[in-house]
């Protein structure tokens, strides 16, 4: 007697017994062998009873489907357009392939299908596979030399432990964020890459995510294999040092871990596409069409809060399933709605996938025919994530699909790697590129959250807003030329026009809001001699002209500022302000500092940290001194003026701590730099934030 005949009888028998859909089935059946999908429609079958009784008795596939398993995977014929629609919004449609339909429900769901009548086939399920899924547990992963392949998959313990080994092994890299809880409390981990770990900086922020869809554990495996190549090449390789410092790089490698550890945490055997309620979260997202038909999901609101705050510029989200890249947006077919970036996004996936295609073998992610569809054309889901962080947050989505096979074999894992990861690492690099800079005011000095819209081009949902404490805002654009508008409630609206922007370029205008300040972009070449950064302005620059721009110099260790120099004329003070007039030319001097002063004492200050910033009330210099000092302890505004004292006097050698809770209350929001000064032997700078 074949499995498949029994499975057939026995979700037959369950279905009689709640009532109501045994009427529908269409009885036909064949003999198969092997694993073979079953179909759902069997006509007759004489079973000896041992022989149910002893599939009871083991995995039996009905408990599997419908009792253990809360979510059933099956295909069935693509049926019409809008029949599609109708019941697509009640199943969780994975894929269209070859005029079929592969989709997860339910048992709500399931039933609703029922009632229309398509026949379907039942499909085993994807997380339950017959190969050896080469676990690693926590000892085993300690102990391997992680340059080496990554052909295996981690126990959970030894995923969380490698995540906290990162931030041990590279804590002036990265820094471990937890967001939440799953439902079953399995934590939501990021990792957050960057020189300056734990600190936003003003550069463009983004996401990688993985693995919604606990049974699609690709992305899992090539995100923390990212994770440590991000990490173990900063500061060898060139290119991933320049990443590194120019983006703020999140990843979280597993968003779904009660689905991929579903049956236990020592095994990915048995994963599910839902999580623990069996709900699908790439369905889960707030939707501008139609809202989820299930309740929000603790993963789904842990990932809202979190990236709530933070202005992500652009993110990808891994699956497997099919080999594709799938654009914005899910909801609409590109006929009805575009992305207002709809070139920019066919320019940027198709080198994603061009990329791919050279280093892979033939046949490989060409999903779709090339590999690259939008992602309503391909068939149109709502609650997705990727239109909601398009539509209601301004960050460009994609949404990876990196294996026809939902779990390969380990041994393949390295391969998918070497397929992949130039093109992963070029999509970082796209969140570089467009139009940037600062918006402040020109009073002032102070960054503002501005919106940039841009007339003829965008829709309103798809507007970026710069972003505080830096003021700083991030616009990838395909080549063109295009106007922009900033806009804030408090300020006349600014628009600048015919600003050219060419692929792989990056335009940085910043943007004064105010009275006197102008409107037509101009370039001002801003130089820097030696060692330092001109904060928070870098590179060659538009302004607008007429605008005041503000401008803070900072020497790096054994570094000194020595002078500005504008357009012939030196200033000494590190802050300088000036209005913008075309061809204006600015540098910033420093000069090795004196040898002695570098070098006695070596480590004059054995211990500067401020924490947390962006303050708090309860934020805490902590200064360790080598010998006894007489200090003065200053914060400044941008424009150089003194916003509040520390400390004035003297201190013995050994950690000082200075709590800055009366200067929390005084600061208004904005960026701040705090000045250690030792009696003139020393000045150590650290720049201190303070958000709205
Ligand atoms: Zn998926």
Request: glycine share 8%; aromatic share 12%; hydrophobic share 35%.
């Amino acid at each position: 007697m074949q499995r498949s005949l029994l499975y057939g009888l026995l979700i037959l028998m369950l279905f009689l017994i709640p009532g109501g859909h045994s009427s529908l089935f269409s009885l036909t059946g064949e003999a198969r062998s092997g694993p073979q999908p079953f179909s759902g429609n069997v006509h007759s079958a004489i079973i000896p009873l041992t022989e149910i009784a002893e599939t009871l008795h083991t995995t039996s596939p009905v408990d599997d489907y419908f009792i253990i398993r809360g979510e059933v995977f099956f295909s069935f014929p693509l049926p019409e357009p809008d029949l599609l629609k109708d019941i697509g919004h009640r199943l969780s449609v994975d894929r269209l392939e070859n005029d079929s339909v592969y989709a997860y429900a339910d048992r709500q769901g399931f039933e609703a299908f029922l009632s229309t009548g398509i026949p379907y086939q039942i499909l085993p399920p994807p997380g339950k596979v017959d190969f050896d899924l080469n676990m690693k547990g926590l000892e085993a992963l300690r102990g391997k030399d992680l340059s080496d392949s990554w052909d295996f998959y981690p126990t959970y313990e030894a995923y969380i432990d490698l995540m906290y080994r990162f931030e041990e092994e590279y804590p002036d890299l990265v820094r471990i964020v937890d967001i939440g809880e799953t439902v079953m409390g399995r934590q939501l981990l990021f990792a957050a890459i960057s020189p300056d770990p734990g600190q936003r900086r003003p550069v463009p922020q983004f996401m990688y995510t993985a693995t919604m869809h606990g049974d699609e554990p690709v992305g899992f495996i090539l995100s923390l294999r990212l994770i440590h190549y991000l990490l173990d090449n900063y500061g060898t390789d060139p290119e991933v040092t320049w990443l590194v410092d120019n983006v703020d790089i999140w990843i979280s490698p597993n968003e779904n871990p009660d689905g991929t550890y579903r049956d236990d945490n020592s095994s990915i055997l048995g994963a599910s596409r839902g999580n623990a309620n069996w709900v699908d979260l790439n369905r889960n997202y707030p939707n501008p069409v139609n809202d989820p038909a299930a309740e929000q999901q603790v993963e789904t609101t842990a990932m809202i809060g979190f990236t709530d705050t933070i202005p992500f510029v652009m993110s990808a989200n891994m699956h497997t399933g099919i080999e594709l890249v799938n654009f914005p947006y899910d909801s609409w077919r590109s006929h009805q709605r575009r992305h207002p970036d709809h070139d920019w996004w066919e320019f940027v996936m198709y080198e994603y996938v061009d990329t791919v295609h050279h280093y892979s073998p033939a046949g490989y992610m060409t999903g779709m025919g090339d590999g690259v569809t939008h992602g309503g054309d391909w068939y149109v889901v709502y609650g997705s994530r990727q239109d909601y962080f398009n539509y209601y947050r301004s960050c460009r989505e994609f949404t990876l699909e990196l294996s026809d096979r939902k779990i390969p074999e380990p041994e393949l894992l390295p391969d998918f790697w070497g397929y992949n990861y130039r093109s992963l690492l070029n999509y970082i690099r796209q969140a570089t590129f467009g139009v940037q800079g600062f918006v402040y005011d020109n009073e002032t000095g102070q960054p503002l959250e501005a919106e940039l819209f841009i007339p003829g081009h965008d829709s309103t949902s798809m507007a970026v807003w710069s972003s505080l404490p830096f003021g700083d805002y991030h616009r990838p654009l395909y080549a063109g030329e295009y106007s922009l508008r900033f806009d804030h409630p408090d300020y006349e609206a600014i628009e600048t026009e015919g600003v050219e922007v060419g692929n792989y370029e990056r335009i940085r205008l910043n943007v004064a809001l105010g009275e006197d300040a102008g409107t037509r972009p101009v370039a001002l070449d801003v130089q820097k001699d030696g060692e330092g950064v001109i904060f928070p302005f870098e590179g060659l620059q538009y302004f607008t002209e007429g605008s005041n721009a503000h401008f803070s110099a900072l020497a790096d260790e054994a570094w000194e500022f020595e002078k500005w120099v504008v357009d012939g004329t030196d200033y000494p003070e590190e802050q300088v302000s000036f209005i913008v007039t075309e061809g204006m030319e600015i540098r910033a001097v420093f000069k090795e500092s004196d040898p002695v002063f570098v070098q006695e004492p070596e480590q004059p200050l054995t211990r500067f940290s401020l924490q947390p910033n962006p303050m708090s009330s309860s934020s805490e210099l902590v200064l360790g001194l080598a010998e006894q000092e007489t200090l003065s302890i200053v914060v400044h505004d941008m424009m150089g003026k003194p916003a509040g004292h520390i400390f004035d006097g003297v201190k013995p050698p050994g950690e000082h701590r200075f709590l800055l809770t009366n200067l929390y209350g005084d600061l208004r929001p904005g960026v701040y730099l705090l000045t250690v000064e030792a009696d003139g032997k020393y000045r150590r700078v650290k720049r201190l934030v303070k958000l709205p």
